[in-house]
């Protein structure tokens, strides 16, 4: 299996181009082979751009993929973002995209946090289950001392690949977490980071 947090530089181009809607925005969407949620904007990350809270300033879309989440939060709410993934694949998917859609960013290659020196309002993740608990964790961990103070974390999880253990994790992170959406084993956790 070739996983989407891998660069494979001998993997086949797949370029394939789709439409994705969202507050009365249309966008037109590229990705590729060996980028995850090729040809399509995935479930879960429809649901964490569609659940979250109106946004101000900053944002970064950590693992962005080809940038669905970050690209449409940052076009509805007017944000500065910045996109950051391990997979310079799709990192070259999300310049195009926002290109195509109008938007502004900075893109980062990056593993989790390690290339990322600033920080934001909000950080948005879709973990990359399939690297494992160690590697989510980390993100989890390392995301507090990314965030301004009232800076929020928003992530999305399955109920099987360990949504009950991630409340565990970040309450551990945070002091807290808050569930903004709960369905048929889908969540969506939000922490904010303390003002005191």
């Known amino acids: 299996m070739r996983h989407y947090f891998i660069d494979d530089p001998n993997l086949p181009d797949d370029f394939r181009t789709f439409q994705y809607y969202f507050m009365g925005h249309s966008f037109t969407f590229t990705s590729n082979s060996g980028v ?19 946004l101000t300033g900053s944002l970064l879309d950590l693992g962005c993929g080809y940038g669905a989440i970050g690209i449409a939060l940052c076009k509805a709410y007017s944000l500065s973002l910045t996109l950051a993934d391990i997979n310079p694949r799709a990192l070259y998917c999300a310049e195009i995209n926002c290109r195509d859609n109008a938007v502004k960013c900075e893109t980062i290659t990056s593993d989790g946090f390690d290339g990322i020196p600033d920080k934001f309002e909000t950080i948005t993740l879709n973990p990359p289950i399939h690297a494992g608990k160690d590697v989510v964790w980390r993100m989890f961990e390392q995301s507090i001392h990314h965030l301004y103070e009232g800076g929020r974390f928003c992530v999305v999880m399955l109920e099987k690949h360990g949504a009950k253990s991630a409340m565990k994790k970040l309450a551990e992170v945070y002091g807290h977490y808050e569930v903004l959406y709960k369905k048929k084993g ?11």
């Open 36 to 54: 995850f949620s090729h040809g399509h904007v995935d479930p879960l990350s429809d649901l964490l751009i569609r659940t979250v809270p109106p």
């Open 186 to 196: 889908e969540y969506i956790f939000c922490c904010t980071k303390n003002t005191t």
